[in-house]
Structure formats: C-alpha cells, structure tokens
C-alpha cells in the first residue's frame, strides 16, 4: 500500500523560505513510472499545482510560482522536499503532496492523474 | 480564476443522478486526458476518474466520467449523503506547460 505523509513547520513568518518534506512508503521517488508533486490549497479556495520532480532530474513548475519554488528528491531517505521562498499571508495553504501517474504521447509525456495524496499540512504566513 | 470552468454548486435528492461539467479550450481537456477528484470535508483529495472515464479500484460504479471536445462531465448515481462533497476536475494545459484544476463543485444532496 502506498502512502505520502507530508511534514514541516506549520508557521513560517513573511519573507521566510517554507520547506516541507514527503516522506514516501510502499514505493520509490526512484520509479520512472511516475511523478512526485506538491499541491496546495487556500483555505476556502481550489487546488493550485505547485509543480513536480521527476527521477530523472526533470522539473515543472507552476508559472506563478516558478521563480520561488524548488522541488527535490533525496532517494536515500525516499522523501522528496518542497522549498518556497520569500513567502506572504497569500502562501498560506494546505500543502498536499502526491504521486502522478506519467502519460506519453508519440510526442512528449506529461503528468496525469494524481492517484496517491497525503493527508495534507496547513501552513500558516504570519509573524 | 480557474482555467477550467466548473459550476460552484450542485444539488439533488438521495437516489437521484447528478452531472458536474468541466469546460476548458484545446490546450488542455481538448488534447489531454481529464481526471476527477472527490475532497469530502476536511480531508485530501481522492481519485474517482482518470483517463476521462475510468475508475480506479474501489471507487463505485456509481461515478462515471466523459469527455467531448473541450468539455468533460463527471455523473454520479443514486445518490447518497456520503457523496456530499466538493469535486475537481484537472488536466494538463500543454500551453502553460502545467497542471491544471476546476474551481471546484459543492454538491449537496438534499
């Protein structure tokens, strides 16, 4: 059984970097089946696509979010890390991260249904 | 604003059928493949539809999904008040070279 659980400080102040790590069991960050996202949702609000890795070093990031955003994989630990920079009250969201079947087409490949989440982490912009 | 367009609300009685749309344009639900995801109340998301109409194991056979054009639409069947929850379409936008959500349908069953 596959399971992500999300894990980091649930208040990070204005101007900070918030880092969050996924922890990864009953799978591999190492598989080339899939990706490894993060998502995030305002309280009250939709889901936002923050971006993903994938184990061949690959990278896509939300266009609103790219300049801040670094997603990262440690295959020793099987974890992969969100880090957002430079963070106001607007960041404040659940963080979800979560495992994205990979789709190719006879031209490229791109992310598909996100098909394991975790339970998600409510991270708070505040001083 | 969302890039896919979802109405904020649906509703119908227990036993009845309901249909969620999702609109988008060519970039996106027109050339790539639509899922559907169920968020009950403070908890994350689930898949209940991939690939524009299939269904991953354990999800009830009450869900069903489709795609025409640049449109998909999620069904739901006899209803129950168990399915009262907020549903999501997404997809790949190959223009924005993104991920891509609905804004999200509150369905109540009444």
């Known amino acids: 059984q596959v399971q992500l659980q999300e894990s980091g400080p649930g208040l990070v102040k204005p101007s900070e970097t918030l880092s969050l790590t996924c922890t990864v069991s009953g799978d591999s960050v190492s598989s080339a089946t899939y990706y490894w996202s993060w998502i995030r949702q305002p309280p009250g609000k939709e889901l936002e696509w923050i971006g993903y890795?994938?184990?061949?070093?690959?990278?896509n990031y939300n266009p609103s979010l790219k300049s801040r955003v670094t997603i990262s994989v440690d295959t020793s630990k099987n974890q992969f890390s969100l880090k957002l920079t430079s963070v106001t009250a607007a960041d404040t969201a659940v963080y979800y991260c979560?495992?994205?079947?990979?789709?190719?087409?006879?031209?490229?490949?791109?992310?598909?249904?996100?098909?394991?989440w975790g339970q998600g982490t409510m991270v708070t912009v505040s001083s | 604003q969302s890039v896919l367009t979802q109405p904020p609300s649906v509703s119908a009685a227990p036993g009845q059928k309901v249909t969620i749309s999702c609109s988008g344009s060519s970039s996106n639900i027109g050339n790539n493949y639509v899922s559907w995801y169920q968020q009950l109340p403070g908890t994350a998301p689930k898949l209940l539809i991939y690939d524009n109409n299939k269904r991953p194991s354990g999800i009830s056979d009450r869900f069903s999904g489709s795609k025409s054009g640049t449109s998909a639409t999620l069904g739901i069947t006899g209803l129950q008040t168990g399915d009262e929850a907020d549903y999501y379409c997404?997809?790949?936008?190959?223009?924005?070279?993104?991920?891509?959500f609905g804004g999200g349908t509150k369905l109540t069953v009444l």
């Open positions: 890795f994938y184990y061949s070093g690959s990278t």
């Open positions: 997404g997809t790949w936008d190959s223009s924005l070279s993104a991920k891509v």
């Open positions: 979560a495992r994205v079947k990979r789709y190719c087409s006879s031209i490229s490949c791109y992310p598909n249904a996100l098909d394991i």
